[in-house]
């Protein structure tokens, strides 16, 4: 059983629309919960960190963690062309070791 | 804004030849890593670095591999004899204190092995 699994999409939505990415995992174990957003051929980029459960918000983007259901999500309000990229969730038991990748779902925001 | 820099962006190199790939972390982060994404694939855990020794790895980081800190501020990740299947991105990473998962990435070095 994978670690994590994503949905891989391509997710297309219109400008403004509000976007929810999604995550789930295996391992009650796991309690750091990180979203990236990655550009073509560049490296993660934080977006999100969120340890054990409950919702964070920032901005236009809110993390929610579901530990009873191993679910995770990244919601995108008013969504914007800028926001096309892949987005990667990432997991850990700990806070200073490996985290798993899920495989990236690719978000296109039509203006 | 403080950030992870990687050299090269791009190295090409033969099949058995040696290459280091290098990592300027963040500079008042203590944990370091290296990550790899092979094309179209997941992003990799390849090792973690702490207080001057590695603290796991993973199995794809065989003896092939090693990772050094020579100066207190590199990063450097080495693959002794390259294979194909080595191409992939190489992503370098931080994170400050153990209180936080937050790790910040590289922009990467994308390493052809032909």
């Known amino acids: 059983q994978k670690e994590v699994e994503q949905d891989p999409g391509p997710l297309s939505v219109p400008e403004g629309a509000i976007v929810s990415l999604n995550c789930t995992y295996s391992n009650s174990a796991f309690q750091y919960f990180m979203w990236y957003r990655q550009y073509s051929r560049k490296g993660p980029e934080l977006l999100m960190y969120t340890y054990s459960s409950g919702n964070k918000e920032d901005g236009r983007f809110t993390a929610q963690v579901d530990k009873s259901s191993k679910y995770i999500s990244l919601f995108i309000r008013d969504s914007q062309p800028s926001d096309s990229a892949t987005y990667l969730c990432?997991?850990?038991?700990?806070?200073?070791?490996?985290?798993?990748f899920g495989s990236g779902t690719k978000l296109n925001v039509k203006p | 804004e403080p950030e992870v820099t990687q050299t090269p962006s791009h190295q090409v190199t033969q099949m058995g030849q040696e290459v280091i790939l290098r990592c300027v972390p963040i500079s008042n982060h203590l944990y370091f890593y290296w990550y790899r994404q092979i094309l179209g694939q997941k992003v990799e855990f390849l090792v973690s670095?702490?207080?001057?020794?590695?603290?796991?790895k993973s199995e794809i980081f065989d003896d092939q591999f090693s990772v050094e800190r020579p100066d207190g501020s590199n990063f450097t990740l080495k693959i002794r004899s390259t294979k194909l299947e080595d191409s992939a991105m190489y992503f370098c990473?931080?994170?400050?204190?153990?209180?936080?998962?937050?790790?910040?990435f590289g922009q990467g070095t994308r390493l052809t092995v032909v």
């Open positions: 670095f702490y207080n001057n020794e590695i603290s796991e």
């Open positions: 990432a997991i850990g038991r700990d806070n200073f070791n490996k985290f798993y």
């Open positions: 990473a931080s994170k400050t204190t153990g209180g936080t998962a937050e790790a910040f």
